[in-house]
């Protein structure tokens, strides 16, 4: 049983394009997360939600919306693709919003535009 | 000054070699810390946490400075399957965590 899964797997899209991510966690946790790992492999923090609610958007261009509809899945819908949004998206989990706990990941969500 | 400093790499060791990985952090009131482990074209995964007290688990050793603001990893009698990309991991204060850039390690037969 996948504890944190992200569909799909790939993504190739045109420019332009609307797609949407999912993520869905059986963990029983109460927060939720969207990364960005770029081509550099640096992995960002876009979104944190909590039992549902946002609670961290890190200046993200409002294309990307993200949506909870239970607190076990966040997922992840992007307008008007750009070129500049390929990477590899990853949700994550951890049982509260405190930190002491690590987070587990999806094995990751990998977007291309063209 | 960014947030959480790695050196990228890559180390490059003979299996059984020891090998130790350096992180910085600049927020001085983070409170948890980890190392966590990143097979190419995979997601990340824990490691192991980071204590004041510094801990052990099997061949892996993670050391914390607060009042230098770094932690270390070190992996003794290293092994093939040990290659894969270390990424340090700090809390900002506020979540959500934030992640080091990576450090690459290769184990050579």
């Known amino acids: 049983d996948t504890a944190v899964s992200q569909t799909p797997k790939y993504l190739v899209t045109q420019m332009g394009n609307d797609k949407s991510i999912k993520c869905e966690q059986n963990?029983?946790?109460?927060?939720m997360y969207w990364y960005k790992q770029d081509s550099k492999k640096f992995l960002k923090i876009m979104f944190s939600y909590n039992n549902k609610e946002l609670i961290i958007n890190e200046t993200v261009p409002n294309r990307f919306s993200p949506k909870s509809p239970d607190k076990a899945h966040l997922n992840l819908h992007i307008n008007s693709l750009e070129l500049g949004d390929s990477a590899v998206y990853f949700c994550a989990s951890s049982p509260t919003r405190q930190v002491p706990y690590g987070y587990t990941f999806g094995s990751g969500t990998r977007l291309t535009v063209v | 000054r960014k947030e959480v400093e790695q050196d990228p790499g890559p180390f490059n060791v003979p299996e059984g070699a020891t090998v130790a990985f350096n992180c910085t952090y600049s927020?001085?009131?983070?409170?948890?810390f980890f190392w966590y482990r990143q097979d190419c074209r995979k997601e990340p995964k824990l490691l192991m946490s980071?204590?004041?007290s510094g801990n052990e688990d099997g061949r892996f050793t993670a050391q914390l400075n607060r009042a230098s603001q770094y932690i270390s990893l070190l992996i003794r009698d290293s092994k093939l399957s040990d290659s894969a990309t270390y990424l340090c991991?700090?809390?900002?204060?506020?979540?959500?965590?934030?992640f080091g850039k990576g450090t690459r390690l290769s184990v050579i037969a």
């Open positions: 963990l029983g946790h109460d927060t």
């Open positions: 991991v700090v809390d900002s204060g506020n979540t959500p965590l934030v």
């Open positions: 980071v204590y004041s």
């Open positions: 927020n001085s009131a983070s409170q948890s």
